[in-house]
Protein backbone atom coordinates (compact mmCIF):
# COMPACT_ATOMS: atom_id res chain seq x y z
CA UNK A 1 0.00 0.00 0.00
CA UNK A 2 1.45 3.42 -1.20
CA UNK A 3 4.64 2.15 0.90
CA UNK A 4 3.29 3.23 4.07
CA UNK A 5 3.65 0.45 6.33
CA UNK A 6 1.04 -1.00 9.31
CA UNK A 7 2.81 0.28 12.07
CA UNK A 8 3.22 3.93 10.53
CA UNK A 9 -0.44 4.05 10.15
CA UNK A 10 -1.50 3.01 13.25
CA UNK A 11 1.00 5.69 14.62
CA UNK A 12 -0.65 8.22 12.59
CA UNK A 13 -4.54 7.06 14.00
CA UNK A 14 -3.38 6.15 17.75
CA UNK A 15 -5.88 8.83 18.78
CA UNK A 16 -8.90 7.71 16.66
CA UNK A 17 -8.15 4.00 18.74
CA UNK A 18 -8.22 5.84 21.71
CA UNK A 19 -11.28 7.33 21.37
CA UNK A 20 -13.04 4.24 20.11
CA UNK A 21 -11.48 2.09 22.60
CA UNK A 22 -14.74 1.64 24.59
CA UNK A 23 -16.75 0.60 21.55
CA UNK A 24 -18.61 -2.36 22.55
CA UNK A 25 -19.93 -3.45 19.37
CA UNK A 26 -23.40 -3.09 18.97
CA UNK A 27 -23.81 -1.87 15.03
CA UNK A 28 -26.00 1.29 16.36
CA UNK A 29 -23.15 3.50 14.05
CA UNK A 30 -23.80 0.79 11.24
CA UNK A 31 -27.76 0.75 11.54
CA UNK A 32 -27.69 4.86 11.86
CA UNK A 33 -25.50 5.33 9.02
CA UNK A 34 -27.24 6.28 5.46
CA UNK A 35 -24.19 5.55 3.54
CA UNK A 36 -23.56 1.89 4.45
CA UNK A 37 -25.02 0.83 1.00
CA UNK A 38 -22.17 2.86 -0.46
CA UNK A 39 -19.78 1.43 1.71
CA UNK A 40 -17.64 -1.42 1.37
CA UNK A 41 -17.33 -2.56 4.75
CA UNK A 42 -19.15 -1.15 7.65
CA UNK A 43 -18.46 1.09 10.15
CA UNK A 44 -19.12 -1.23 12.79
CA UNK A 45 -16.21 -3.70 10.82
CA UNK A 46 -13.87 -0.32 10.63
CA UNK A 47 -14.08 -0.34 14.62
CA UNK A 48 -13.22 -3.76 15.06
CA UNK A 49 -10.68 -3.46 12.52
CA UNK A 50 -9.04 -0.49 14.14
CA UNK A 51 -9.14 -1.82 17.22
CA UNK A 52 -7.26 -5.64 16.46
CA UNK A 53 -4.56 -3.03 14.83
CA UNK A 54 -5.60 -4.29 11.29
CA UNK A 55 -4.80 -0.83 9.76
CA UNK A 56 -3.10 -1.60 6.52
CA UNK A 57 -7.45 -3.42 5.71
CA UNK A 58 -9.18 -0.24 7.28
CA UNK A 59 -7.08 1.51 4.65
CA UNK A 60 -7.82 -0.31 2.04
CA UNK A 61 -11.58 0.30 2.16
CA UNK A 62 -13.17 3.62 1.18
CA UNK A 63 -15.50 3.59 3.93
CA UNK A 64 -14.35 6.12 5.91
CA UNK A 65 -14.28 8.47 2.81
CA UNK A 66 -17.75 7.74 2.43
CA UNK A 67 -18.87 9.36 5.59
CA UNK A 68 -20.86 12.40 4.86
CA UNK A 69 -20.93 13.60 8.98
CA UNK A 70 -24.19 13.72 9.17
CA UNK A 71 -23.49 13.25 13.00
CA UNK A 72 -26.51 10.20 13.79
CA UNK A 73 -23.67 7.56 14.28
CA UNK A 74 -22.42 9.97 16.98
CA UNK A 75 -25.89 10.72 17.77
CA UNK A 76 -27.06 7.37 18.49
CA UNK A 77 -24.14 5.64 20.00
CA UNK A 78 -24.59 4.41 23.86
CA UNK A 79 -21.41 5.21 24.63
CA UNK A 80 -21.32 8.65 23.16
CA UNK A 81 -18.61 7.99 21.21
CA UNK A 82 -17.51 10.76 18.47
CA UNK A 83 -17.63 8.52 15.74
CA UNK A 84 -18.11 11.32 13.20
CA UNK A 85 -14.79 13.01 14.57
CA UNK A 86 -12.90 9.75 14.37
CA UNK A 87 -13.77 9.45 10.70
CA UNK A 88 -12.16 12.75 10.29
CA UNK A 89 -9.55 11.77 11.65
CA UNK A 90 -9.23 8.95 9.40
CA UNK A 91 -9.64 11.19 5.84
CA UNK A 92 -6.96 13.15 7.36
CA UNK A 93 -4.63 10.37 8.17
CA UNK A 94 -5.13 9.20 4.38
CA UNK A 95 -4.61 12.70 3.35
CA UNK A 96 -1.72 12.73 5.78
CA UNK A 97 0.05 9.98 3.73
CA UNK A 98 -1.31 10.50 0.19
CA UNK A 99 -2.53 6.92 -0.35
CA UNK A 100 -3.42 6.71 -3.80
CA UNK A 101 -6.69 5.14 -3.34
CA UNK A 102 -7.61 8.84 -1.64
CA UNK A 103 -5.85 10.72 -4.35
CA UNK A 104 -9.31 11.97 -5.85
CA UNK A 105 -10.86 13.18 -2.09
CA UNK A 106 -7.62 14.50 -0.98
CA UNK A 107 -7.66 16.65 -4.26
CA UNK A 108 -11.09 17.74 -4.10
CA UNK A 109 -10.80 18.60 -0.42
CA UNK A 110 -7.78 20.53 -1.33
CA UNK A 111 -9.39 22.37 -3.83
CA UNK A 112 -12.51 23.29 -2.38
CA UNK A 113 -10.78 24.69 0.69
CA UNK A 114 -8.72 26.87 -1.28
CA UNK A 115 -11.54 28.47 -3.16
CA UNK A 116 -13.16 29.07 0.10
CA UNK A 117 -10.13 30.39 1.38
CA UNK A 118 -9.56 32.70 -1.50
CA UNK A 119 -13.09 34.21 -1.45
CA UNK A 120 -14.93 33.80 1.39
CA UNK A 121 -17.06 30.76 -0.15
CA UNK A 122 -17.18 28.51 -3.25
CA UNK A 123 -16.73 29.69 -6.90
CA UNK A 124 -17.89 26.85 -8.22
CA UNK A 125 -16.58 27.22 -11.92
CA UNK A 126 -12.92 28.34 -10.52
CA UNK A 127 -13.08 25.35 -8.03
CA UNK A 128 -13.90 22.72 -10.71
CA UNK A 129 -11.44 24.14 -12.66
CA UNK A 130 -8.33 23.58 -10.21
CA UNK A 131 -9.96 20.61 -9.27
CA UNK A 132 -9.43 18.53 -12.60
CA UNK A 133 -6.13 20.95 -13.13
CA UNK A 134 -4.92 19.28 -10.32
CA UNK A 135 -6.08 15.52 -10.89
CA UNK A 136 -3.54 15.89 -14.67
CA UNK A 137 -6.03 14.12 -16.41
CA UNK A 138 -7.31 15.66 -19.28
CA UNK A 139 -9.82 13.38 -20.18
CA UNK A 140 -11.65 13.20 -16.43
CA UNK A 141 -13.55 16.53 -17.24
CA UNK A 142 -15.51 14.92 -20.43
CA UNK A 143 -17.00 12.52 -18.30
CA UNK A 144 -18.41 15.54 -16.34
CA UNK A 145 -19.71 18.17 -19.10
CA UNK A 146 -23.04 16.91 -19.38
CA UNK A 147 -23.61 17.71 -15.70
CA UNK A 148 -21.74 20.98 -15.99
CA UNK A 149 -23.97 22.06 -18.90
CA UNK A 150 -27.32 20.78 -17.41
CA UNK A 151 -26.06 23.05 -13.93
CA UNK A 152 -25.45 25.51 -16.45
CA UNK A 153 -28.91 25.53 -18.61
CA UNK A 154 -30.81 25.42 -15.23
CA UNK A 155 -28.90 28.76 -13.56
CA UNK A 156 -27.43 26.63 -10.83
CA UNK A 157 -24.09 27.52 -11.57
CA UNK A 158 -22.62 30.97 -13.49
CA UNK A 159 -19.37 31.55 -15.50
CA UNK A 160 -17.20 33.82 -13.65
CA UNK A 161 -13.84 35.05 -14.06
CA UNK A 162 -11.52 34.03 -11.41
CA UNK A 163 -10.57 37.31 -8.99
CA UNK A 164 -7.04 37.58 -7.92
CA UNK A 165 -5.66 38.83 -4.82
CA UNK A 166 -5.65 38.82 -1.64
CA UNK A 167 -7.72 35.93 0.04
CA UNK A 168 -10.49 37.46 2.63
CA UNK A 169 -10.25 34.50 4.85
CA UNK A 170 -6.50 34.30 4.83
CA UNK A 171 -5.79 36.06 8.07
CA UNK A 172 -8.47 32.97 10.01
CA UNK A 173 -6.47 30.23 7.82
CA UNK A 174 -3.41 31.17 9.43
CA UNK A 175 -4.95 31.75 12.79
CA UNK A 176 -6.00 28.09 12.53
CA UNK A 177 -2.61 26.84 11.43
CA UNK A 178 -1.41 28.83 14.25
CA UNK A 179 -3.59 27.20 16.89
CA UNK A 180 -3.60 23.64 15.56
CA UNK A 181 0.40 23.91 15.43
Known amino acids: MDQVNNDQ ?11 IQTCIQCGTCTASCPNTEFMDITPRHMWRLLLADHAQ ?15 YCTLRCPRGLELTHAMGLLKQAASKFELKQFQRSSLFYKAFLASVKKHGRVQEMEFMT ?19 LKLLAKGKIRPEFPSFGKGKLDGLFKKVAKLEG
Open 130 to 148: NYFVSMKNPVIPFGYASLG
Open 9 to 19: LLAEIKTVKEM
Open 57 to 71: TLFSSKSFIMCSSCY
